[in-house]
């Protein structure tokens, strides 16, 4: 096991395990800040996806990295280098040790960390950029944002950076402005964890020794122990696991089936119930399909909306959206059906159908909604500037209806009645074991 004192990057660079990283790396134009008016930025959780968002970050010109800390030592290490910063593997220690030598904290950790980072980092008035989904669970979520609306000064972003697309911000406005009239139903699905992930099988037994580059104990933090195994958990495969991640839809959701929550005004789900594939104890299922019934306002046709999540290769049938003749059906895309209309957005390349009584229009929205960096937009309102697209208290009810989701998921085909207020399942007590989590011993965070 590695050494959990805070390591500065030199004295890593003489261990055996740094041989073929580091230097090459280095790219002088992410300078370290010697003081000035840059914002201070650590990264938690810097390989995959972190690796992304830290240098993404960095490009911003009034920002300079003065930590990264990953698990991983060879991922620490990579940023490290890269961004001429020192590293350590435990979150913990790095806020302790740089105190206030730091602003803001970008969290880029599977998903059962989240929350209890960025609390840390809140607790400690700094400014968080946390990935997708908020949180691992419901009560997570209502402490984070409640924790940001107490704390207004500091500037949160859910890392859904697809928000900031022009394209969809242009489709969130039609819609808030009647485009499509009132809105009846809506349709999002994505095409994980096929093919992606394992989802719908038991996990395999027994125990495999664990790389010296990486802290077991640190990686599982505040979840249950368990032994490690060989391309099981880290990386990336730890999604489709319940202890860890948050299955298809607490990947998937937040960036496809966030256009409603955005435009409708959409909160708490009132019901969800799952229709699921490949149950078993430790992994979400392979497949399915969740519905999540939301409460009527004044943009939705009706006393209640739902929203029919699919995924695992499930997707609705083109009469369901009551699309015109040959349309064929993609991926990872959301669809809205109002009273005067259609509109349909696709994830990937933010493609656009737009429908009237069956007939494809085309879609003009408001040009002067352009593409913004999330990332960078972030940094903006942390220095005082704007707002974020995804902070946290709206964050934290595109989270709450996913996990809700997952939620619902354990529990297949049982509708689960939701009591938002009292954060309760009402008709299902076993389910209420699931919206809180008691962290494992020593990894308490205050108020979480
Ligand atoms: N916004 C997007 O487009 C997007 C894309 C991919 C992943 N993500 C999100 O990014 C997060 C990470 O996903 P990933 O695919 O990169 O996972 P991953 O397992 O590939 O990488 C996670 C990294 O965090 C490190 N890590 C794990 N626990 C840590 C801890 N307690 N402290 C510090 N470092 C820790 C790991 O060593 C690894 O380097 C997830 O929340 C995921 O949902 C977002």
């Excluded at 739902?306 to 959206?321: M, N």
Aim: contains cysteine.
């Amino acid at each position: 096991m590695q050494d959990r004192k805070s390591i500065n990057r030199r004295t890593f660079l003489q261990g055996a395990a740094a041989a073929t990283v580091g230097a090459a790396w280095l790219n002088p134009s992410w300078a370290r800040a010697e003081g000035g008016n840059k914002l201070r930025v650590v990264g938690v959780g810097v390989g995959g996806q972190g690796w992304h968002d830290i240098t993404q970050v960095a490009e911003h010109p009034d920002v300079a990295i003065v930590g990264a800390v990953d698990v991983d030592m060879r991922a620490a290490d990579r940023a490290g280098g890269a961004l001429n910063c020192d590293i350590w593997q435990d979150y913990r220690e790095a806020f302790r040790d740089l105190a206030d030598g730091f602003d803001a904290v970008v969290v880029s950790t599977p998903d059962h960390m989240h929350a209890s980072i960025a609390m840390a980092a809140m607790n400690m008035d700094k400014h968080v950029y946390c990935q997708k989904p908020l949180t691992w669970c419901v009560a997570e979520s209502r402490a984070l944002s409640a924790m940001a609306q107490q704390k207004g000064h500091l500037a949160t972003q859910m890392g859904t950076q697809w928000a900031s697309r022009g394209a969809k911000r242009q489709v969130i406005a039609a819609i808030r402005e009647g485009i499509i009239g009132k809105i009846q139903k809506v349709y999002a699905w994505s095409d994980r964890p096929a093919g992606w992930w394992p989802q719908g099988v038991e996990i395999p037994s027994g125990e495999d020794p664990v790389p010296q580059n990486l802290d077991w104990d640190l990686w599982i933090g505040g979840a249950p122990m368990r032994p490690y195994k060989n391309d099981t958990y880290a990386p990336f495969k730890w999604r489709g696991v319940k202890d860890f991640g948050t299955g298809a839809i607490g990947d998937m959701a937040c960036h496809i089936a966030d256009i409603p929550f955005y435009a409708l005004g959409l909160t708490n789900p009132t019901s969800m119930i799952s229709q699921a594939n490949d149950v078993n104890d430790d992994t979400y299922p392979s497949s399915q399909n969740i519905t999540l019934t939301f409460a009527g306002n004044d943009k939705i046709d009706g006393d209640t909306l739902e929203l029919f999540w699919s995924d695992g290769g499930i997707k609705p049938a083109a009469e369901d959206l009551g699309a015109p003749a040959g349309f064929e059906v993609p991926q990872n895309t959301c669809f809205l059906i109002g009273t005067e209309g259609t509109i349909g957005f696709r994830h990937e390349d933010a493609k656009v159908w737009y429908w009237v009584n069956g007939e494809e229009k085309e879609f003009v929205g408001n040009r002067r909604l352009r593409d913004r960096n999330h990332y960078h937009h972030w940094v903006d309102a942390c220095m005082g500037w704007g707002e974020t697209e995804t902070h946290f208290a709206f964050a934290s009810k595109l989270t709450e209806s996913m996990v809700l989701g997952t939620l619902a998921s354990r529990f297949p085909g049982r509708k689960l009645e939701w009591d938002a207020d009292n954060m309760r399942v009402t008709n299902l007590d076993a389910a209420n074991a699931f919206i809180a989590r008691d962290y494992r011993e020593g990894w308490d965070v205050e108020n979480l």
